[in-house]
T-cell receptor, first 108, second 115 residues
């Protein structure tokens, strides 16, 4: 899996968009970008994944730069329940290798 | 998606003893995985458990310490043997589903404390 770099922590106001960046400059052509999150005391939850194109689902949007060296996970209207650690993973395997992630705190 | 349950949800054990953790999935899946999450740390893969074959262990994990069973397509167990305080962690099972198995679904975890 390619190495990823994420800020250790971020905060966001409730109702605003949360934009979580991830750098994966060594990603290879066949490696996907995955995002998971882990709410305190729970197992990780799959959010979204993509290869080249931007992706959107009911939880979030994933914006991947044209050179694929970085991506941004967007939670369009963050709620308090979105407070969690968010993991960005770049890999070709379906077995994610988890780094330290970004601790997102959504405040009222 | 997949709904995964684990038993027990938490336990406190004495050093030198063993604990078996159960993982039950609500649908048949080929690939199941066991992870460990030590306090304040990220997740580390212990092994991959496919039905009908021996589990594949990651570097640093051995079968004698973490024996795994996978008797059918909806169930697996992980045993933590001869426990020491360093084994205090959250143990999670997960399954891979979706196109090309790109989505993993995790159980709620088993919180183990070894005294």
């Amino acid at each position: 899996d390619a190495k990823t770099t994420q800020p250790p922590s971020m905060d966001c106001a409730e109702g605003r968009a949360a934009n979580l960046p991830c750098n994966h400059s060594t990603i290879s052509g066949n490696e996907y970008v995955y995002w998971y999150r882990q709410i305190h005391s729970q197992g990780p939850q799959y959010i979204i994944h993509g290869l080249k194109n931007n992706e959107t689902n009911e939880m979030a949007s994933l914006i991947i730069t044209e050179d694929r060296k970085s991506s941004t996970l967007i939670l369009p209207h963050a709620t308090l329940r979105d407070t969690a650690v968010y993991y960005c993973i770049a890999g070709g395997s379906y077995i994610p290798t988890f780094g330290r992630g970004t601790s997102l705190i959504v405040h009222p | 998606s997949a709904v995964i349950s684990q038993k027990p949800s938490r336990d406190i054990c004495q050093r030198g003893t063993s604990l078996t953790i159960q993982c039950q999935v609500d649908s048949q899946v080929t690939m199941m995985f066991w992870y460990r999450q030590q306090p304040g740390q990220s997740l580390t893969l212990i092994a991959t458990a496919n039905q009908g074959s021996e589990a594949t262990y990651e570097s640093g994990f051995v079968i004698d310490k973490f024996p795994i069973s996978r008797p059918n397509l909806t169930f697996s167990t992980l045993t933590v043997s001869n426990m020491s305080p360093e084994d205090s962690s959250i143990y999670l099972c997960s399954v891979a589903k979706g196109d090309s198995y790109n989505e993993q679904f995790f159980g709620p975890g088993t919180r183990l404390t070894v005294l």
